[in-house]
């Protein structure tokens, strides 16, 4: 039984073709173009699904994981901020769903993240795992006793959009001082600029700077590293899951961070909170796993 697994990104477009045992049979990576909207987004999932059909014809449905809050039952993007201007209110499981004529399910790209991590990576063996992913924003998932909790308007998770700043930086979402304005990808890449005194293009850059010691790069990363440690430590106390998965973008370089943050959870273990921190093992791919294992349970239950 084959399947799609889509994964729309603010940065990029990645799809699998995969089975039940999780064996990747083919992938592609499309940049999303986010900045011409919904009919671009659109046009860009559909040129990665033709291209993955191409290859493995006899795909039986197709998994969507899509950043925005998204209602699982219909399909639909019920709410999106302006790293994919003009998503709000498409109906993508619908639109997918006549132009195959599959059957097509959508979830958010945290969620989807998510059950890939606990299909097939650091999550194996976990009932109750938090997701958190750092890339173009910042998305979180919750699963608890085994379910994924989404909540009643589709915000369950939606850690990127809690206060992390009062009185800090406004975000897109209507915010101010969100954590998605301080732990995404992109807001390091735009603070590390402001205060290192040099226009990075891209985290990648910054993370060179990082690695070969520029001292004001290593300060910001620092702070970073501070911020997450404090925002998961607040989590571990309101939920108290058997472990925290990060992934997303950032995770890429976590040579140059990682054993920051290993050093300040000590710090919090040290003062009473316990918790347990591990990177995502299927690195950007945990999203199109997530989105398949959505694909393969939709066919089970028509079954």
Not at 19 to 40: H, I, N, V
Not at 216 to 232: G, K, P, S, T
């Amino acid at each position: 039984m084959q399947v799609i697994g889509i994964d729309i990104g603010g940065t990029s477009i990645k799809g699998i073709v995969t089975d039940e045992s999780g064996s990747l049979l083919a992938s592609c990576k499309l940049p999303t173009d986010a900045s011409r909207g919904q009919t671009a987004i659109l046009e860009t999932v559909n040129q990665a699904i033709v291209q993955l059909r191409n290859e493995f014809q006899a795909v039986q449905a197709i998994g969507i994981g899509s950043a925005g809050r998204i209602n699982v039952h219909t399909g639909e993007v019920v709410f999106a901020t302006d790293n994919l201007p003009g998503w709000q209110g498409t109906p993508l499981a619908d639109i997918l769903s006549k132009q195959y004529q599959l059957p097509v399910v959508v979830d958010n790209d945290a969620n989807t993240a998510l059950l890939g991590e606990a299909w097939l990576g650091a999550g194996q063996g976990f009932d109750n795992i938090i997701m958190i992913t750092l890339g173009t924003g910042v998305g979180g998932a919750n699963l608890i006793d085994g379910k994924l909790v989404r909540g009643k308007n589709w915000n369950g998770g939606e850690w990127g959009h809690v206060v992390l700043v009062p009185g800090g930086t406004p975000c897109n979402c209507g915010r101010i001082g969100c954590v998605e304005q301080y732990l995404s990808g992109n807001s390091l890449t735009r603070i590390a600029s402001e205060r290192v005194g040099k226009a990075y293009k891209d985290g990648l850059e910054f993370m060179q700077d990082v690695y070969e010691g520029n001292s004001a790069a290593n300060e910001v990363m620092d702070r970073y590293v501070e911020q997450l440690a404090i925002f998961l430590g607040n989590l571990q106390l309101g939920i108290d899951p058997d472990a925290f998965i990060v992934g997303g973008g950032v995770i890429d370089s976590s040579e140059n961070w990682w054993y920051r943050l290993e050093q300040h959870i000590d710090k919090l273990r040290n003062n009473g909170t316990e918790l347990s921190v591990l990177p995502a093992k299927l690195s950007n791919d945990a999203g199109c796993f997530g989105a398949a294992k959505l694909a393969l349970q939709c066919i089970a239950s028509n079954n």
